[in-house]
């Protein structure tokens, strides 16, 4: 995603003073980065890989020994923690649109990162190379940026809720990773980017409501949102997540179907 120029040039959303101490922006993003990583692992190399059976009672007969329920643990809670990746791109997409001098661009390259890696999705996840049913969760970003466009290009609020309306019945319609949720997340930290209680307030009751079979764990990616201090950082990693996000769902897929073979 965007990080805009100047190594340590302030994001312009809020105030932070001269803060120097807690996380910067990059530091934010390659948290996220961390966290999809350990999700898919778990998702993709552990319950779609080592525990995948097409068989049901070997799938319960694999569990039942030690090291499958091990495995299936340890799956489980690298699900739990890929919770936090989410909630913290929401929060930098709003901060990097606010700051960014090309907003189109930036939209188009979500898109375009969205498409390139709706494959590699499918493949890792459905092992389908067309699963139309569910696509990857830069659509929602995608989306998410699109409805804080408009609510940038005019202060009317009626057409800001219906933009808002429409971003939520295209990311639903479209069965769009974190879907309705996922863009109310994006616009509530765009909306309430001026007042840090209010962006606090409203983040965690929707991340509670995202991931309330994961007993609202996504809450706690506003642990370090809260330390963000507002600067880029001083390395440029500007496309690191464009390149990540379709790359890392590849090496997952294929060494899920190494263990698969094996």
């Known amino acids: 995603m965007d990080t805009g120029t100047g190594s340590y040039r302030l994001y312009t ?8 101490r807690g ?7 390659v948290l996220g980065i961390v966290a999809i990583l350990i999700d898919n692992v778990g998702a993709v190399l552990i319950q779609g890989g080592i525990l995948h059976a097409a068989d049901r009672t070997l799938y319960q007969a694999v569990i039942a020994t030690r090291s499958g329920h091990i495995w299936m643990i340890t799956g489980q809670a690298c699900r739990y923690m890929g919770r936090l990746a989410f909630p913290i791109f929401a929060f930098l997409v709003a901060e990097e649109f606010v700051r960014t001098r090309e907003r189109g661009r930036y ?16 493949l890792a996840v459905y092992h389908k190379a067309f699963y139309p049913y569910y696509q990857n969760m830069l659509f929602t970003l995608f989306i998410g940026i699109m409805v804080i466009m408009v609510m940038e290009y005019t202060r009317n609020l009626g057409i800001q809720l219906a933009a808002l309306a429409a971003g939520c019945a295209l990311s639903w319609v ?4 974190y879907n309705v949720i996922g863009v109310l997340l994006i616009t509530a930290m765009y909306w309430f980017r001026h007042n840090d209680i209010a962006q606090l307030a409203v983040g965690v009751v929707l991340c509670a409501l995202e991931s309330v079979s994961y007993y609202c764990v996504s809450a706690l990616a506003f642990v370090p949102v809260v330390l963000y201090n507002g600067r880029r950082g001083a390395f440029q990693l500007k496309y690191l997540f464009y390149v990540f996000y379709p790359v ?3 090496v997952l897929y294929g060494i899920g179907r190494y263990v698969l073979k094996a």
């Open 107 to 122: 939209a188009l390259r979500m898109l375009l990162c969205a498409v390139i890696s709706e494959v590699p999705f499918d």
């Open 13 to 20: 959303s809020r105030s932070y003073g001269n803060r120097r």
């Open 174 to 177: 479209c069965q769009a990773d």
């Open 248 to 250: 890392h769902l590849l």
């Open 23 to 29: 996380l910067t922006g990059n530091q934010l993003k």
